[in-house]
Nanobody
Framework: QVQLVESGGGLVQAGGSLKLSCAVSGSIFRFSAMGWYHQAPGEQRELVASITSGGAINYVDSVKGRFTVSRDNAKNALYLQMNNLKPEDTAVYYC???????????????WGQGTQVTVSS
């Protein structure tokens, strides 16, 4: 049973930074790609960033230039460095295991429990 465990969320002022981590039990190579999603209250869960095992990266437009996704294969870990945070980034952030097809990320049913990020204005 693969488990994903996120950490690193918290309360930060606008303009601040946070780094989220996702620990993958077993091998991160179980997934050909991994993604970070966020979900604000009353909103649908949205893909924020994805990274393949080969290092190909994609971001949603709203976080380009502010967020950086990375992975450490030796540590079976996924990261999301978030800089210049804005109040609209406030959400629960989830990591996910999935795959890329025709340039699009498809989530498999492997989710962490989520970590809350709150950005105050």
């Amino acid at each position: 049973q693969v488990q994903l465990v996120e950490s690193g969320g918290g309360l930060v002022q606008a303009g601040g930074s946070l780094k989220l981590s996702c620990a993958v039990s077993g091998s991160i190579f179980r997934f050909s790609a991994m993604g970070w999603y966020h979900q604000a209250p009353g909103e649908q869960r949205e893909l924020v960033a994805s990274i393949t095992s080969g290092g190909a990266i994609n971001y949603v437009d709203s976080v380009k230039g502010r967020f950086t996704v990375s992975r450490d294969n030796a540590k079976n870990a996924l990261y999301l460095q978030m800089n210049n945070l804005k109040p609209e980034d406030t959400a629960v952030y989830y990591c996910n295991g999935g795959f890329l097809k025709s340039g699009n990320y498809y989530p498999l049913n492997y989710w962490g429990q989520g970590t809350q990020v709150t950005v105050s204005s």
